[in-house]
């Protein structure tokens, strides 16, 4: 269950000098081990499309109107019949555990607190049952069909029990990204359960005293209790072969359609024949996603796609993104360009890695407060009157001005 939130945690994020995710991200690469942090922060290959998903953004100027004035924003928003404080979610991450024992739990409390939804990752260190009693906002789960369909079962069964608003399909993992940098520091045999794995990891451990003392009160972390195989809660070590045992097809969708009967989300969509066909299979929602840069290197940013995606679907479903968001202002322009909301991802893992749930909420509190003076320099006064015509982007964009 979630613990009360500890007086220096409150500090460490209460700090004046923490104005922006850059610094929650800082404070975490302190707090954490080498090999965790780069288990957060990185992507597949090269990070070409780690870095370009945050510059993308950079590239979409904006166009204020002057001479108005709204002492108040409103930030509310509706996205799959969920009516929402905040234009944003928090997205699924996977191990989110590792980075602080509160971990999934931390996350969905934070996000209740805040008026807005959280999705739980299939690969999470909690229970999607603690999760959801944790928070009194809605919360949705990701899907991965890992330990074949009778096991998937199982879990929307949970799913539905629990009252989870809607399943997000990610339809990006035929096989695990090239992450370099896991492979480097060795991420699969520090989570495996195994003292003997330890040793290499012990310098970087005797810096980060706290941090090796919750992961120990933790239990040493981790397996995956919401993927139950017959022999029980799956371990870390699986997690390859197991995805690659689990690729979601579009025949998929139809089977979980009559095992849920609820929202579907696909997650993952790059190009607009992906988006048409979601609309073909009838779901609720899209997620324009490159899964946070940590699958194939070397494709477009989200918010690039974003246009062209949002153009070709003409209002038939809602589109969603991912990837690259640090700042309230990267939020108003996916909303410009016609997405419905966001769904945050590093954003908030940098502040649970920093400081647990108080860490979530701090980033959350910065990216409302950008989205927040946003608004008002660029003369609008609620999220619902932003339009396209509040930004420019390239001519070379799929979709651009």
């Known amino acids: 269950m979630l613990r009360p939130i500890r007086r220096s945690e409150r500090r460490a994020v209460a700090f004046p000098k923490v104005l922006n995710v850059a610094d929650l991200r800082k404070i975490a690469e302190r707090r954490i081990p080498q090999v965790v942090f780069d288990y957060l922060d990185g992507g597949a290959d090269g990070e070409v499309t780690l870095s370009e998903g945050c510059r993308a953004y950079d590239k979409v100027l904006f166009r204020p109107r002057g001479a108005r004035f709204f002492p108040q924003c409103d930030l509310r928003t509706s996205v799959l019949g969920l009516d929402l404080e905040l234009p944003f979610m928090l997205g699924p991450i996977g191990s989110s555990r590792l980075f602080h024992p509160g971990g999934e739990v931390a996350a969905a409390h934070a996000a209740g607190e805040a008026g807005t939804a959280y999705v739980q990752s299939t690969l999470s260190g909690h229970r999607l049952e603690d999760s959801k009693a944790a928070t009194r906002g809605p919360m949705c789960y990701q899907l991965y069909l890992i330990g074949g369909r009778e096991v998937a079962e199982k879990a929307i069964e949970r799913c539905r029990k629990a009252g989870i608003h809607a399943l997000f399909v990610t339809i990006d993992t035929a096989v695990s990204g090239m992450r370099e940098r896991d ?24 810096t980060h005293p706290r941090w090796l003392a919750s992961y120990f009160a933790d239990g040493g972390l981790m397996n995956f209790p919401n993927i139950v195989l017959p022999s029980g809660p799956m371990g870390y070590a699986d997690i390859s072969v197991a995805l690659e045992k689990a690729v979601v097809t579009w025949s998929d969708l139809k089977w979980i359609r009559e095992q849920w009967g609820g929202p579907i989300v696909i997650k993952g969509v790059q190009c607009a024949d992906d988006a048409l066909r979601a609309i073909d299979e009838g779901v609720e929602g899209i997620v324009v996603s490159n899964h946070g840069a940590r699958q194939l290197d070397c494709v477009l940013p989200t918010v690039r796609l974003l246009p062209e995606i949002v153009k070709a679907v003409n209002g038939r479903v809602e589109v969603m993104l991912d990837g690259g968001v640090r700042r309230g202002s990267d939020v108003v322009k996916a909303l410009c360009l016609g997405a419905k909301a966001v769904l945050l991802g590093r954003a908030y893992a940098y502040g649970l890695a920093a ?47």
């Not at 989570?191 to 040793?199: I, K, M, T, W, Y």
């Not at 003076?373 to 001519?395: F, I």
């Open 183 to 206: 492979f480097r520091n060795g991420i699969k045999q520090l989570l495996a359960r195994n003292l003997s794995s330890l040793p290499p990891f012990l310098s970087q451990f005797v």
């Open 355 to 401: 400081a647990g749930e108080a860490g979530v909420a701090r980033a959350i509190e910065i990216v409302r407060g950008d989205i927040v003076r946003t608004l008002k320099l660029l003369g609008v006064g609620s999220v619902a009157e932003l339009n396209r015509s509040q930004v420019e982007v390239p001519a070379e964009w799929c979709g651009g001005r």
